[in-house]
């Protein structure tokens, strides 16, 4: 059975940072393409950021320069660090794993993330 476990999210002020973690089990991690996505209240998901089983790295433009994902293969485990945080940055964060041939992508449940003062 595969599950993703996001955490890390909650509540912080303009300009502060969070720590988003997502913990897979079920697939073999280090083959996965793994990403962050969000929605915000009336809109549709978009990505946030994402990290090949090779290590290469995309983001949003709205989010370059102040978040970084990263992997650590050995804990099964992906993160996304979100400094210089905005109000339009409020949203719920998702994590996804995706591999090809044959396609497979699996959706965490999601962590909420404010920002508000």
């Known amino acids: 059975q595969v599950q993703l476990v996001e955490s890390g999210g909650g509540l912080v002020q303009p300009g502060g940072s969070l720590r988003l973690s997502c913990a897979a089990s079920g697939i073999i991690f280090r083959l996965y393409r793994m990403g962050w996505y969000r929605q915000a209240p009336g809109k549709q998901r978009e990505l946030v950021a994402v990290?090949?089983?090779?290590?290469?790295?995309n983001y949003a433009n709205s989010v370059k320069g102040r978040f970084t994902i990263s992997r650590d293969n050995a804990k099964n485990t992906v993160y996304l660090q979100m400094n210089s945080l905005k109000v339009e940055d409020t949203a719920v964060y998702y994590c996804n794993a995706a591999v090809e041939h044959p396609l497979r992508e699996y959706w965490g449940q999601g962590t909420q993330v404010t920002v508000s003062s």
């Open positions: 990290i090949t089983s090779g290590d290469s790295t």
